[in-house]
């Protein structure tokens, strides 16, 4: 696997530093088979739904942990940041 495939620009303003609240104001990304995307927030999911559809539910726990990650300057030829 090519890590430098995962490189991409991320701007400060769009990093999330805590859960949306309520929670059901967090931001909702729609991509359907066909047409535009949809900026929606969680409590829009319902409609999103038809009878028959799967919803699987990620129940898994965060681990204590810490990337170190070097953050180069912003120079648009090079990545944004490159993990270690």
Excluded: W, Y
């Excluded at 991409?8 to 805590?18: N, S, T, Y």
């Excluded at 059901?24 to 088979?33: F, G, I, K, N, Y």
């Excluded at 180069?72 to 030829?77: E, G, L």
Aim: aromatic share 8%.
């Amino acid at each position: 696997m090519r890590v430098d495939l995962f490189d991409f620009e991320l701007p400060e303003d769009l990093i999330a530093l805590r859960p949306a609240r309520p929670r059901d104001s967090a931001r909702l990304l729609h991509v359907p088979e066909s047409g535009r995307f949809e900026d929606l927030i969680a409590r829009d999911a319902p409609r999103l739904f038809r009878a028959g559809d799967l919803l699987v539910f990620n129940d898994t726990r965060v681990i204590p942990a810490a990337l170190k990650a070097v953050r180069p300057s912003r120079d648009p030829q090079g990545p944004v940041v490159r993990f270690r």
